[in-house]
């Protein structure tokens, strides 16, 4: 690494703010662009080559925007500033990092986001690693954020506990939590920890299993239906008629992943063959080339999709 020191004067809260907890923010850019980044005083300063500072030096004034406006620094901030920055040769913006906001990485994910914006019922189908689930969940967060909506209310059907869930220990929260834990996860990243309380104990935010949604209107509210290939068809129907005044609804699910005992009843399928081309209704589909997971992800997928081509029959 060059030695050539470069000092960026930041306010203390956005010193504070762009170190993160423990020094996490800062070593999520100095492994991304191959900089040291340290705090003197009334700033920090970066060594490393030309190219890894300019690149850094633009994620640190993005996250120190958001801090100077009183907006919260998570690691998921930090983590889509690095990633506007790499895809822009280093010129990210103040405002290209927003909560609720999250910049797609593919044109795939970019055609689902605008079908989310515009339509009041949009279907996201896929595989496995291509941010169906979280970018439903940073749109419908954003939303409330903006309070252009009063809730948010995530539903999946709990196949493994054949939607049974008076066996299971602890109050609704405490047995439906574990289906849900990708959906927590993604939350947290885009709102954080704190606020994500909060709104949980005002009950601005609400799981349930798709069961509990029966007889229900769902009015100004953004629903997702998360893993809905899980769901029956008569699941399917009653949960797409909950939707009242000023609600959006987007159903994410793999029709090739059904955990059905009868995957020829699943939901998902059927709602998209009737559905699709109805006014108002979006279908986003994606492919491996979505996959913005691991690397090794889209292969695994590609390999699976391979195999089930030369296993149909022709």
């Known amino acids: 690494m060059s030695r050539t020191p470069e000092f960026l004067p930041l306010s203390d809260d956005a010193v504070v703010a762009v170190t993160g907890p423990s020094g996490r923010h800062a070593a999520l850019i100095e492994d991304a662009f191959k900089v040291l980044i340290e705090t003197p005083g009334g700033g920090v300063t ?160 609400e799981v349930a299993p798709i069961a509990f949604m029966r007889g229900r209107t769902l009015a100004h509210a953004f629903v997702i239906v998360d893993e809905a290939q899980n769901c029956s068809r008569l699941q399917m129907k009653m949960v797409l008629t909950r939707l009242g005044e000023g609600a959006r609804m987007v159903v994410t699910g793999d029709p090739t992943q059904v955990d059905l005992l009868n995957p020829r009843d699943s939901g998902l399928a059927h709602a998209v063959s009737i559905l699709e081309g109805v006014e108002g209704v979006s279908v986003s589909r994606f492919t491996s080339a979505d996959v913005v997971r691991h690397p090794l992800v889209e292969r695994i997928v590609k390999a699976y999709d391979a195999d089930a081509a030369q296993s149909t029959p022709r």
């Open 46 to 205: 970066l060594t490393g080559d030309a190219r890894g500072r300019t690149g850094a030096k633009r994620v640190l004034q993005t996250l120190a925007a958001r801090a100077d406006a009183d907006e919260e620094v998570v690691e998921a901030d930090v983590r889509i500033a690095i990633g506007s920055a790499h895809e822009t040769g280093g010129q990210a913006s103040p405002r290209a990092v927003r909560k609720g906001n999250v910049s797609p990485k593919t044109k795939g994910q970019a055609r689902y986001m605008e079908a989310m914006a515009s339509h009041p019922l949009s279907f996201g189908l896929g595989p496995a690693g291509t941010g169906k689930t979280f970018l439903a969940v940073a749109h419908g967060a954003g939303m409330l954020m903006r309070g252009e909506v009063d809730r948010l209310i995530v539903t999946r059907p709990a196949v493994e506990a054949g939607e049974k869930l008076g066996f299971l220990p602890g109050d609704l929260n405490e047995k439906v939590d574990p289906y849900m834990a990708p959906v927590w996860e993604a939350l947290t990243d885009i709102m954080g920890a704190d606020q994500l309380r909060r709104r949980r104990e005002k009950l601005e935010i």
